[in-house]
C-alpha cells in the first residue's frame, strides 16, 4: 500500500501507512516535503514497483524502477522496516538505494541548444542560447523567436526534466514551439552523499 501510494504521489496515503512513532516524529507537512525534494533532485517522472519479499514485523524489500528525466531509468530495492504491520519510515527511504544517513544530489550537464534549420539547411538560428544569431540577420532572428529566462510553469516544467534554475528557454517563435525538441535532454550524475 505504501509504494502504490507513493506510485500516485499521494503522500497523505503513504504517511497514513507510517508506524505511529515513524509518523509522530515525521508530521505529514515535513514528510511529504523531504519526497518532494528527492522527486525534484531526481527528476522523478514514474515510480513502479515490483512484488514485495519479506512479511511485516521484519522488514519488506520492494524492487523500485524510478524513471527519471535526466537520468533514466533507475533499478534498485526499497527495504522497508516494519513494526508490525506499519512502516517504520525513516528519510532515506525517500528515494531506493539510499542507506541511512544518505540523501540525493546531481550535478547537470545541459545538451547544447540545437539550430532551427531552413528547408535548404540555411541557419535561422544557431549557437549557444545566450548569443544565438543566423546569418540570415533580424527577419531569420523575427521567425525563429527569442529566448530568455522562463517564468512560473515553465520554469517549474524545465526544472522538473533536470535543467538548472536559471537555463534559458524559448520566449517566443520557433524557439517556444518547439522548446522542448531545441533544448534537448539534460544529463549528469545522481548520488547519494
Request: glycine share 12%; no cysteine.
Amino acid at each position: 500500500r505504501f509504494v502504490d501510494a507513493w506510485a500516485r504521489d499521494d503522500f497523505d496515503a503513504m504517511h497514513g501507512e507510517l508506524s505511529d512513532d515513524a509518523a509522530a516524529r515525521y508530521p505529514v507537512d515535513e514528510f511529504t516535503g523531504m519526497y518532494e525534494a528527492a522527486e525534484r533532485t531526481a527528476t522523478l517522472a514514474s515510480i513502479e514497483a515490483g512484488d514485495p519479499e519479506g512479511s511485516a514485523g521484519d522488514t519488506i524489500t520492494v524492487p523500485i524502477a524510478a524513471g527519471t528525466h535526466a537520468f533514466g531509468e533507475i533499478r534498485s530495492t526499497l527495504v522497508l522496516p516494519m513494526d508490525d504491520d506499519r512502516v517504520a519510515w525513516e528519510p532515506h527511504l525517500v528515494f531506493p538505494g539510499l542507506a541511512q544517513g544518505e540523501h540525493l544530489t546531481r550535478s547537470t550537464r545541459v545538451p547544447k541548444r540545437a539550430p532551427i534549420l531552413a528547408r535548404d539547411g540555411t541557419p535561422l538560428a544557431e549557437g549557444p542560447a545566450a548569443t544565438r544569431s543566423s546569418p540570415l540577420g533580424a527577419a531569420a532572428t523575427i521567425v525563429a523567436g527569442e529566448l530568455g529566462l522562463p517564468k512560473g510553469e515553465e520554469e517549474a516544467e524545465l526544472e522538473r526534466r533536470g535543467f538548472p534554475p536559471g537555463s534559458f528557454a524559448g520566449t517566443g517563435g520557433l524557439e517556444k514551439a518547439f522548446n522542448t525538441r531545441l533544448a534537448g535532454k539534460p544529463g549528469g550524475e545522481l548520488t547519494a552523499a
